[in-house]
Structures are given as C-alpha cells and as structure tokens.
C-alpha cells in the first residue's frame, strides 16, 4: 500500500482552501469525469495540464482556447515533476493507482475520481457566491448525504454574499484602520451585517450599500461611546417609504420607543434584539405622558444605549418631536433627527391628490384642530381663503367643527374634500365629497383613526387620478339626506 492510502484509522479529512494560481495541476484522463473536475479548476488560476490517449470534444475545445496544455499519450511519472496537484480520472483503475502511486512517491497530492482509498485530497461540494465558498465533505463516505446538505446550504445562501464579501474586501484596510481593537471591530461587523448593507445587496442596490457601509465606517469610532437618540420618522404604514436612514437607524438600535401607529411590518424590520418599548399603548388610551417618553428617552441614552424615538411620519409635523428635543438637549444627550414621510404627503399620493397645483392651489398648510381649545387658535378667515389646500391631522373628531368655521369665515359649500383613512396601507379607504357635507358623510362611512382631511379644489383630482387601493367613494350620492350642520364625530 502507499503512503497516499488512507489507512483505516484515519477518521476526517482537513479542510483546506488551495490558491493554484500560476501552479501546474495535472489531469490524466480526458473523458467526461476528468472534463468536470477541469470544469472545477478553471478559474482557480491553474496552470492546467491534461495527459491522456485521446480526448473529448469539450477537452480539445478547451485546449485549442488555450486555457489548458493538451498532451496526447502515456502518463509517464516525470509529467508530475512540476505538478502540485494531480488528478487520476482516466476509466483505466489500474492507471489511476498508478499515477496515485507516483504522485505519492513526489509528495504531489491526488485525487482518485470515484476512490477515495486512493486519494490523497478529495473535491468537496461546493456552494459558491463570489468569493465566498462553503465546501461540505462527508470524507467519501456518503457523498449523496454531502450533496443534499449542499442543495440545502446552497438555498440558505443568498447570492448577493459575493457581492458583500468584495465590499468588505474593498473597505478592508479601512476597517482596520478605524476600528483596531477586535471585540470592537467584532461588534461593529455584527451591527453592519445585521443591518442594512446585507438587506441593500440584496436588493441589487451596490451603490447605496457603499454608501451605508462607508457611513457604518465613519460612526465607527463612537461604537462603544456615549449614547445617543435618533428622533425617527416611519412614514405613514407602508415600509416601502421608510427612507434608508431609518431602516440603517432601526438596524442600529439597542432600544426603540415607537408609537402606536407605527405597523408591524415596519417593526419587524429592526433588529432583532433590539428592545421594543411602545409608548403608545403603555399609556393605555389615556393620554400619553411626554414627560415620562423624555425620562425613557435620556434613561436609555445615559447608560450607552443607541435609543430610536420612532414616530408615524414625520417627527416634527405634530409629532412633540420639538418637545423631545428640547429635553435631550437640556440633558445634554446627542441626538439626530431622521425625517419621514408625513401624512400629507402620503396620503395625497396614494389618493392621486396632488397637494398643489397651478390652476387650483399655490399653497398647502398642514393643520389641526382636534380640540376646541386648538380650533380658537386657528386663524380661520386665512383658512377660508380659497386657492389653497387645507391638510387636517388628527381631525376626525371635529369635522363639524372645521365645516362650520371654514363655511362662517367664506370658503365655498362646495370646495371638495377626500378623507383618506389608512393612507398607503392595504386597507386605505379615500371618501370624497363637498365641504357642506363633510361630517355626514364622514359619519355616514363611519370614518376611523388614522384619518387625514384634505379639502381644496385638488381633493376633486382623485375621482381621475387614483392609482392605489380601491377608487374613491363618492359621499354625495349616499348621504345627501342629512342637513346638520353642527355633528361632531367621535374618533
Ligand atoms: N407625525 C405624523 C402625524 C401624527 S398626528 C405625520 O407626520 O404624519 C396623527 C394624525 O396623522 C392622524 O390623526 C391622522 O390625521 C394622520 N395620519 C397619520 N398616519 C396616517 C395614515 N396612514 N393615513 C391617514 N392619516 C394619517
């Protein structure tokens, strides 16, 4: 027996990864096997030589190509005088043991197509993506079992890993340099693999992984630093119009505080060990103590966390986002604010309203008037004045009461309106009609939270520009009986 032979007390293979490039590799045989272990070695970089008495179609292609050297003959033991690696993958068995022998005697390892007793190395099954390779083995003795954890590993690899390893391949020696302690440099990849770069490959978005990575890279140094607070937007539902910065904050938080009108679905894309706490709810329908959301905040903050203040869509349009600030800032806490899309303008969108337009608005204001109190402060006869397109947050308790003012202070009983319920969600309902009737018919398609108003001239657009969801619900035809004009909703 030889040396290359594997004595029967010889329990696993090592795993090795082999850089061939510029050595010989020598094949004998030219049949089909040998052609699919060519097949393997092809862009390793291998100087590769096949011996054989003759060769096949696909051989000879590849020979006249010139990616392989062709040699038509013997196999003679001096051909493995300048080879690392040989192959034996001729149908001849005595040969293969041959050429095993040989390569043995050279200290040249070998692999014996189908004969693992003669091979000194064996070809794993391998899943690749880019560079990235998983090489699974079962050391011969169950290859079919080999091949099916391939086929399994081979679906739970997405194929964008190529592309995520030469990212981190060209970032490098910059991460290196930035972060040079290893349990932090350990910790800044688990954030960053985690996050959203890995997310953005996937989705075929090079550039803006770039991007995320490099900026992964310039907050690196403040990993394990104070903490901090991202005052975030989430948008109006749909997680489609999250912007990239509150997907990489939600992906970067130890700790997040949302409201309740923050989805699911948008949740469900932070990290997964991050903690949730929901501000909304905890308040248990009463009303929510922002006195107690700013101690959470600067609690979390101080002992190091990376806290998400995240609110449905933008924090700064009647979100108490200002008053947020104000108490990180007197605390001395960092903070940033992320924007998002607000009601308006989303709900404008997916109603197909376009909130200005030059023959009906030049301006949009963004209003509410949820409570008397808030009404008495509105300047009403500015309101009223047409030519502009009026966006009521928070107002489906007080229809009557935005009806009644604006009608008092001179905006036409006829000025259009569309409520828009659920705006970008599924379910997203748009009730169209005329300011005269507005609670009615609110009332009448028994409107609920979230609603938003929009009332001008432009609100007529959705009956012809619709796109998303159900068309719009015409309110005139089924609630033109009623003529109260002093009926408020309740939420
Ligand atoms: N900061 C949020 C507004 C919070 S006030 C933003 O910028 O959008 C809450 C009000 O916003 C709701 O009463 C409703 O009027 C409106 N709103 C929020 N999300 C909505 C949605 N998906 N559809 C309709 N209205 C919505």
Request: no cysteine; net charge negative.
């Given at each position: 027996m030889s040396q290359a032979v594997a004595t029967a007390t010889s329990q696993r293979l090592f795993p090795l990864f082999a850089d061939l490039r510029g050595r010989r590799v020598l094949v004998v045989g030219a049949g089909s096997v040998a052609a699919r272990k060519i097949g393997a070695l092809l862009d390793t970089g291998a100087r590769i030589r096949v011996v054989a008495r003759a060769a096949n179609a696909e051989i000879t292609a590849l020979a006249e190509q010139g990616r392989i050297a062709l040699q038509l003959g013997e196999f003679d033991a001096?051909?493995?005088?300048?080879?690392w690696l040989v192959v034996?993958?001729?149908?001849?068995e005595d040969c293969n043991a041959r050429v095993a022998e040989a390569a043995a005697a050279r200290r040249v390892f070998a692999n014996v197509v189908d004969d693992v007793a003669h091979s000194a190395v064996q070809f794993p099954a391998v899943i690749q993506r880019g560079r990235l390779q998983v090489a699974v083995s079962s050391g011969g003795a169950a290859p079919m079992l080999a091949r099916h954890v391939r086929a399994r590993v081979e679906a739970l690899l997405d194929e964008s890993l190529g592309d995520l390893v030469e990212l981190f391949e060209r970032h490098r020696d910059a991460i290196r340099t930035r972060l040079r302690d290893l349990p932090q440099r350990r910790r800044w990849f688990e954030r960053v693999l985690a996050g959203v770069v890995p997310r953005l490959l996937r989705a075929r978005q090079r550039a803006a992984a770039e991007v995320a990575l490099q900026d992964a890279l310039d907050a690196a140094e403040g990993v394990d630093a104070q903490g901090s607070v991202l005052l975030v937007g989430a948008g109006p539902?749909?997680?489609?119009?999250?912007t990239l910065r509150a997907l990489r904050a939600l992906n970067e938080a130890d700790v997040i505080l949302h409201d309740h009108l923050v989805g699911a679905e948008i949740l469900a894309?932070?990290?997964?060990?991050a903690q949730m706490i929901d501000v909304g709810k905890q308040a248990q329908g009463a009303r929510v103590d922002q006195a107690w959301i700013h101690r959470l905040l600067i609690e979390h903050a101080r002992r190091g966390a990376r806290v998400v203040r995240l609110k449905g869509g933008d924090p700064f349009v009647f979100g108490r986002g200002g008053e947020e600030l104000e108490a990180l800032q007197a605390a001395g806490i960092r903070y940033e604010v992320v924007p998002g899309i607000t009601a308006a303008n989303a709900c404008a969108a997916y109603a197909g309203i376009p909130l200005t337009h030059r023959d009906h608005a030049q301006s949009v204001r963004l209003v509410t008037a949820h409570c008397e109190q808030s009404a008495d402060r509105l300047d009403w006869a500015g309101l009223a004045q047409d030519r502009q397109t009026l966006a009521f947050y928070m107002g489906v308790a007080g229809l009557g009461r935005i009806r009644d003012r604006l009608v008092a202070h001179g905006?036409?009983?006829?000025t259009p309106f569309a409520i828009v319920e659920n705006g970008s969600r599924p379910e997203q309902r748009v009730i169209t009609g005329t300011l005269v009737q507005l609670p009615e018919i609110a009332l009448a398609h028994s409107v609920q939270s979230p609603a938003l108003l929009i009332l001008g001239e432009v609100a007529a657009l959705a009956e012809r520009l619709h796109w998303f969801g159900a068309a719009p619900i015409d309110g005139r035809c089924r609630s033109a009986t009623s003529t109260s004009h002093s009926l408020d909703l309740a939420a």
């Open positions: 001096a051909q493995l005088d300048d080879a034996a993958a001729t149908a001849d539902g749909d997680a489609g119009l999250l894309m932070a990290r997964r060990d905006r036409a009983a006829t």
